[in-house]
């Protein structure tokens, strides 16, 4: 696996700005510039993992902080009739971002397939 510098890793280091909703030690959580619902936030780890298929068994406990993270900030955002959490993972799953991220996308119905 090898990490290289990416746009989130610049956001991390708060070198471009970044509409910040939350963060942690191990999280950050951002509003997506290229909004595909009315709330769209991508949570990111602070580790620089490249992609889901780089995850080991030892970033199990952030993988699950994500999730959660994923929960307090939908609760934040009012998403209480429901929303979509999507991870695109290499160049067939659509990631264009090599820094794994997972997509919070409400504010409205969700359709399916999603495409």
């Known amino acids: 696996m090898t990490t290289q ?7 991390i280091r708060k070198e471009i700005p970044a ?3 939350y963060e942690d030690d191990l999280a950050l959580a951002f509003r997506d510039i290229n909004p ?4 769209h936030i991508l949570v990111i780890p ?4 490249p992609k889901l298929a780089d995850a080991e068994s030892g970033d199990q406990d952030l993988m699950g902080h994500l999730l959660l993270t994923v929960k307090r900030v939908a ?5 209480s009739n429901g929303y ?3 991870i695109n993972t290499g160049n067939d799953g659509g990631q264009t971002v090599h820094h794994l991220h997972l997509h ?3 504010g409205r ?3 399916w397939p999603p495409g």
């Not at 602070?46 to 993992?49: A, C, E, L």
């Not at 609760?75 to 998403?79: A, H, I, S, T, Y």
Request: proline share 6%; hydrophobic share 45%.
């Open 5 to 11: 510098e990416t746009l989130f890793s610049k956001i």
């Open 19 to 21: 509409d910040i909703v």
């Open 36 to 39: 595909q619902a009315p709330v």
């Open 46 to 49: 602070k580790k620089p993992i």
């Open 75 to 79: 609760e934040q955002e009012g998403l």
């Open 84 to 86: 979509r959490v999507a």
């Open 104 to 106: 919070i996308l409400g």
């Open 109 to 111: 119905q969700m359709n």
